[in-house]
Structures are given as structure tokens and as C-alpha cells.
């Protein structure tokens, strides 16, 4: 229910700014989606453009009809809504967004991911080689690379166990010193820890009192974590005015909503009024051009009014009088190839009758013979067009 007569028509560098407006706008929400979900992004960006992209345009035109502002102004106030409230909560989000991922969460416990190497540093006579090693961390058992959560107010040791596999296994075993993570800053250095094991060759082979020395390298790196809402990157901040100031801006995008659907809603009230007033006032043009039209017809027929002769009947709209011929008076004649209407029945071989008002679309007169009708009478053209307005006052003949 678009009514260009109220909306205004933007220039290409209007319509330019718009879809400037559009195109930042989508790419903020671009923004926030993370990125294992890139390819859902860019369907959402080609779905999302076209519709934001009318979303924009219709709210600056409904803003230019209901409030009757210039149009630069429209433009203006749509970019506000459009985009100063996702511009400030996007730069909040990612000015906090470091602090809050390697920030430390409130039940403490962060990830980390462990790295062993192991490495023979010497030793004495022939263990073996069929060696294997295990790592543990306050006892519980993990690979080199893995991820691991600890709880960083306990403090935790690192147990290596290297084992030489044979029908009398050779274990040597070595658990660290306690650590504690409150010691590593702010827990994004690493953190290196290394073990010395000695495997010492047992039971009754000839090898007996050799061993091996290896030193097992720990490097504990903290994994940031990747998921996390926007509301609470958002908010992380110690400051309470900014924090004030945060919910004030989400309260402002929050209100920019409501406020283009309430745009949108008293639009449309507003053109179902106007169309309502343009229907009565085509009523009321309507009832007056009636009431003229009876005024004028004064009681007489339209046949009366129009001045047809008395002679004339009407036959499928066409007029016919009780002259012998097919079509009385208006009757003329074709042949077969000629490009003329004849008034002589005969005349340059014409003998195919027809309704003078019928040739007179499609053939010139004769030059030799019509003498009549030269033009459609004028009753019958008046008596044509009232037919026509009293069909359309409803009124019957
Ligand atoms: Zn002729």
C-alpha cells in the first residue's frame, strides 16, 4: 500500500546513503557470528542485505510521510537508528572481549593444554627399547597435547611414569613438586615444568643394575575459550558508569525497535485513512455526477436526449432502420478485393453486405457512389456515450 503521491522519491545519492547504511549495518551483525559459523554468516548476509536493505529504505520513507520531515533528515534519523546503537555496542564487545576471555570465571576453573616431551638424557647398560610413557596430573591420567580444565585455587603436580616393556616391566616414576597457579601472573604466560625419571633395570637378567635417565619437559599453555555470549562480553567492565552507560545504549536499540514498529504500524493506520478518505470522496463525486446526469436526462429516454430518429431500432448495439436492405439504411457493399465500401449495390463488383459503421473501420468510401453517411451520425455517437454513463449510474433505459 505504497502511495507515491505521499512518499518521497530519493535520489540515486540518497538511495546511495541507504544502502551504505544497510550494508554497514549487516556487516556489525557479520560481526558477532562466530567463526566456525562462517558459512551460516554469509547466507545470512545474502538473505539479510535485501530485506534489511527494504527495511531501511520503507523506515526512512515512512519517517518523511508521518512526521513530514525533509528527506536528508529522514535519511539521517534512519542511520541513527541503524546504525549508532550497533556501532557502540559493537565497539564495547570488542574492547571488552579480550579482557573477558582471559579473564578468570567465577567458579575458576580455566582450561590449559599440556605438552609433554620426553627426552634421553643417559643412562647405564641396556634397559630395553620398547619404551612407553604416561603423564598425570594430580593423578589423572592425559595425552601430550590434550586440553584439561583445573581449578586454578588448587594447586596441582605432574606425575611422568616411563615404562621399559618387557617380561618383567621397568618402571621409574617421578611426580613434581607442587605448583600453584596464583604464582603465573595473569595465567596467559607459560608455564614449563620438568621431570627427571630414572627407569632402573629389575629381576634376574644379565643386564641387571643398568638404567635409564630421561627429563620429561612440561609446557602449560591457557586455552581461551571460544563461546561466549554477547551480553556478557558486553558487559564486562569494572566501572559503573560504564556500565550504566552500556544499559542505556541496549535500552536505546531496544527503543529504536519499537520505535520502527510503531513507525511502521501508525504508517499503515495513516494510508488505510487516507485511502478510506479517497474512497468517500470518490463516492461523493460519484452520487453528485449521478444526481447531474438525472437532472440532465430530465425524465426523457436516452434515445430522446441522444436525437435518435424514430425510424432507428438497434440490433447487437448497432443501428439498423426498416429500409429493405440487411441493415436498412446503413447497409453498403464489399467485394472481394477491393479496398472500398459501396453505396451502390454492384458497384465495382461489390454485392457483400455490411453495416456501413463496420466498413467504415476497415475501408475508404467509393468515390463514385457514396453519397451518404459520410460520417457515423452524431445521435448515434451521444446515444453510445449516455448508454455508457447510465450503465454506470446504474440506470435502466
Ligand atoms: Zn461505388
Redesign the pocket.
Known amino acids: 500500500m505504497e502511495d507515491n503521491k505521499l512518499a518521497p522519491r530519493f535520489s540515486r545519492f540518497q538511495n546511495v546513503v541507504l544502502c551504505s547504511i544497510t550494508l554497514i549495518f549487516v556487516l556489525f551483525i557479520g560481526l558477532f557470528i562466530p567463526n566456525k559459523y562462517r558459512f551460516m554468516g554469509v547466507i545470512v548476509f545474502l538473505l539479510g542485505l535485501p530485506l534489511i536493505g527494504i527495511t531501511v529504505v520503507s523506515t526512512a520513507k515512512k519517517l518523511s510521510v508521518l512526521h513530514c520531515l525533509n528527506v536528508w533528515i529522514s535519511i539521517i534519523s534512519t542511520a541513527i537508528l541503524f546504525l549508532l546503537v550497533p556501532a557502540i555496542m559493537t565497539i564495547s564487545y570488542f574492547s571488552h572481549l579480550n579482557d573477558y576471555r582471559t579473564s578468570i570465571p567465577s567458579d575458576n576453573c580455566i582450561q590449559f593444554r599440556i605438552n609433554a616431551n620426553v627426552k634421553k638424557t643417559g643412562g647405564s647398560g641396556n634397559v630395553g627399547n620398547e619404551w612407553s610413557y604416561k603423564h598425570a596430573i594430580n593423578s589423572n591420567q592425559f595425552k601430550s597435547g590434550e586440553i584439561i580444565e583445573l581449578n586454578i585455587k588448587n594447586p596441582f603436580t605432574i606425575t611422568s611414569t616411563i615404562t621399559e616393556n618387557d617380561d618383567i616391566n621397568d618402571v621409574g616414576t617421578t611426580t613434581s613438586g607442587e605448583y600453584s597457579f596464583s604464582v603465573f601472573g595473569n595465567y596467559s604466560e607459560e608455564i614449563v615444568i620438568t621431570n627427571s625419571v630414572r627407569v632402573d633395570e629389575r629381576g634376574g637378567r644379565r643386564n641387571s643394575g643398568a638404567y635409564a635417565l630421561f627429563s620429561v619437559e612440561y609446557t602449560i599453555n591457557r586455552v581461551l575459550p571460544e563461546d561466549y555470549s554477547f551480553f556478557d562480553v558486553y558487559f564486562f567492565t569494572e566501572s559503573q558508569t560504564e556500565n550504566s552507560f552500556l544499559w542505556g545504549v541496549l535500552f536505546l536499540g531496544l527503543g529504536s525497535l519499537l520505535f520502527i514498529a510503531i513507525l511502521f504500524y501508525a504508517y499503515k493506520k495513516r494510508m488505510i485513512k487516507i485511502e478510506s478518505e479517497r474512497k468517500a470522496e470518490e463516492e461523493r463525486k460519484f452520487q453528485a455526477e449521478k444526481r447531474a446526469f438525472i437532472a440532465y436526462l430530465d425524465g426523457r429516454s436516452l434515445r430522446d436526449v441522444a436525437g435518435v430518429p424514430e425510424s432507428i431500432r438497434y440490433e447487437n448495439g448497432i443501428p439498423v432502420d426498416n429500409n429493405n436492405a440487411e441493415y436498412g439504411s446503413f447497409t453498403v457493399y464489399l467485394s472481394h478485393n477491393g479496398k ?1 465500401y ?3 449495390k454492384g ?2 463488383s ?1 454485392y457483400l453486405p455490411t453495416h456501413f459503421f463496420k466498413a467504415k473501420q476497415h475501408y475508404k468510401p ?1 468515390s ?3 453519397y451518404r453517411y459520410y460520417d457515423i451520425p452524431e445521435w448515434h455517437e451521444k446515444y453510445m456515450s449516455l448508454k455508457v454513463s447510465a450503465q454506470k449510474f446504474g440506470i435502466e433505459e
Open positions: 472500398c459501396h453505396g451502390q458497384c465495382s461489390a467509393c463514385k457512389c457514396c
